[in-house]
């Protein structure tokens, strides 16, 4: 093996090396969502009814704009008769603050299995699009949750004036990307802010950033010995 093309395969052990930590930096989670209990007020064909349930709000950015989910971990409203498959249609909005104003209208699937009746509705995870219209920090709240069902609707507002269940850095569409990631709301308690496993928590980012370092400079290490290997023998 000439020296030439012995430099050329270091360089290329060199340069994957460096690839391989960079792809576990960036495979690191930007974001942490915190769960926040939401009081909702019912307005249903059989009259007035509350509940709480925690809400959880998820972002993975696409391009210039982010995907949003909103998760209920409990039902918040019951129906009187069974409602089959299919039959109950949820959707609400996501009020935005901070650097932008506004709502995002989520909406779900149809409930995929039948409820029976006098049984807490479990709604399906609402997703929507959210398209920044400013730069800076933007607060997601949980906002009305609009449940219709055979040929019914029921609206439930929020009673309690919820925390924000994301905060997002944002740039506005055409303007300078940067470097954008999230974190949940000031909550700290297990009962009302435990970091989600879904999302990661932020020292997950840290163990993996860590890791991708390790593998840089453990390809580079590789490298240096190869070298100088080669060296002794010449």
């Known amino acids: 093996m000439s020296y030439r093309t012995y430099q050329k395969r270091t360089a290329a052990l060199a340069s994957a090396a460096a690839l391989a930590g960079s792809a ?39 391009g210039s704009a982010y995907r949003l989910t909103m998760t209920f971990e409990k039902g918040v409203s019951s129906s009187p008769v069974e409602l089959g498959k299919g039959a109950m249609n949820p959707s609400a909005v996501i009020k935005l603050g901070g650097a932008d104003s506004g709502t ?5 699937p149809p409930n ?24 800076g920090k933007v607060t997601f709240t949980a906002g009305v949750l609009t449940i219709k069902a055979l040929g019914t609707t029921t609206t439930c507002t929020p009673g309690n004036n919820p925390k924000p269940s994301l905060t997002l850095t944002v740039a506005a569409a055409g303007g300078s990307t940067g470097t954008s990631g999230a974190t949940g709301s000031s909550q700290d308690t297990p009962a009302g802010g435990e970091e989600l496993p879904q999302t990661g928590p932020e020292d997950s980012a840290i163990a993996l950033g860590t890791l991708g370092g390790t593998v840089l400079l453990a390809g580079a290490a590789g490298v240096l010995w190869l070298t100088r290997r080669h060296q002794a023998r010449g």
């Open 104 to 108: 995002v209208a989520v909406k779900g």
């Open 112 to 135: 995929p299995a039948a409820i029976p009746a006098n049984t807490p509705i479990k709604i399906t995870d609402l997703t929507g699009t959210y398209t920044p219209k400013g730069s």
């Open 24 to 62: 576990v930096l960036m495979a690191a989670p930007a974001a942490r969502a915190d769960v926040v209990d939401v009081n909702y007020q019912c307005k249903t064909p059989i009259g007035d009814k509350s509940a709480v349930s925690p809400i959880d709000i998820k972002s993975v950015r696409s």
